[in-house]
């Protein structure tokens, strides 16, 4: 009798623990379907992240215009305030700028820094702005194209 309550113990634990595995099994199996991506969503998420990409560029190129438009209007106060939002789209694209090209990333750096140091000075060279602007333009315009 003490020999048969020994194999009906072991027997229940093997059973709870091939229903233990058989339960994993099946949870390791649902989950793969919907970590595969079908061809048409890997597309669509491709196309979502290249309209953000595109938005943050034009972004950029946006900042860039109003200051130049304010620049021109010899509006600095404006100026300065529409440069300060180049930050906000830089941050969102500079990695992938990096990677395009790390001449046209360091580039745009070292002009925006220009930029931004010249509208904080008391009476920034109009000139020296728009053309630094026109520069920084044509780099973003470069690295924006797919």
Avoid at 23 to 28: D, K, R, W, Y
Avoid at 30 to 38: D, E, K, L
């Amino acid at each position: 009798m003490n020999r048969f309550n020994q194999v009906l113990l072991i027997s229940a634990i093997s059973m709870l623990t091939l229903v233990g595995c058989k339960n994993g099994e099946q949870s390791a199996t649902q989950t793969s379907p919907s970590a595969t991506a079908t061809p048409a969503s890997a597309t669509s998420e491709k196309t979502a992240t290249t309209t953000v990409k595109d938005d943050n560029f034009k972004g950029l190129l946006a900042v860039v215009s109003n200051t130049q438009t304010a620049v021109k209007a010899g509006d600095f106060t404006k100026a300065k305030q529409e440069f300060g939002k180049f930050e906000d789209y830089w941050s969102k694209v500079e990695d992938g700028v990096k990677k395009k090209s790390s001449k046209t990333y360091n580039t745009i750096e070292d002009e925006a820094d220009k930029i931004q140091g010249d509208l904080k000075t008391s009476a920034p060279n109009k000139d020296k702005v728009l053309a630094a602007l026109q520069s920084l333009n044509k780099d973003i315009n470069s690295v924006a194209k797919p």
